[in-house]
């Protein structure tokens, strides 16, 4: 069984009778059938028949009724998409609900860091205070300790000098004890001498 075209042709732009790109191709297939074409089978005849009257006349209830179909059929999709819409649409809440959450503990943990810094701020400042006081104690007591040293150096060194002095006002009297007792010797002879 062939297939046969009557009616208008498709042509380019330009008039010169080919198809263009895709539309040749889909042009070209048996089964395709634009709306100014009408195909006819070899055993058809290009005239129509008068049975084909009454079948191409649709009436007015079987028009509404195919109508309502269409409208049941439309509702019920359109019912099907809004239940996907509304489910998709919860989801979304709930995703942004978890996502609120989810920023509030990111905030309180980001005002708890910062108090947390304000705290390590406030340590540092009070550790580097107390640094300096600590070396100012430092200081201090070595310069005391130096000068207490100094101080008993120099005590040190009078008592030394006190001792020399004593050393020598006992060898000096010493000597004058000595000087009298041998001029006591010389004078009175008889009195026992001293080994």
């Not at 049941?72 to 239940?83: C, F, L, P």
């Not at 070595?142 to 207490?148: N, P």
């Not at 004593?166 to 001029?183: G, M, P, Y």
């Amino acid at each position: 069984m062939e297939i046969r075209s009557i009616g208008s042709t498709m042509t380019s732009p330009d008039g010169n009778g080919q198809y263009i790109g895709f539309v040749s191709r889909i042009a070209d297939h048996p089964n395709f059938a634009p709306p100014n074409r009408v195909y006819f089978t070899e055993n058809e005849s290009s005239q129509p028949s008068q049975s084909d009257d009454s079948m191409n006349a649709p009436t007015r209830e079987e028009f509404n009724s195919k109508l309502e179909t269409m409208e049941v059929k439309m509702d019920g999709r359109v019912t099907s998409i809004e239940a996907k819409i509304d489910g998709f649409m919860g989801r979304l809440e709930e995703k942004f609900g978890r996502m609120d959450d989810r920023m509030t503990r990111i905030e309180s943990d980001l005002s708890s860091t910062r108090s947390d810094f304000k705290s390590l701020k406030t340590t540092i400042v009070i550790t580097a205070i107390a640094s300096v006081i600590g070396l100012f104690a430092a200081n201090v007591t070595m310069v005391q300790t130096m000068l207490a040293s100094f101080e008993s150096g120099r005590n040190v060194s009078s008592a030394q000098a006190g001792i020399v002095s004593a050393q020598s006002d006992i060898k000096r009297q010493t000597e004058e004890t000595s000087a009298l007792l041998k001029q006591l010797q010389k004078d009175h002879p008889s009195a026992p001498s001293r080994p």
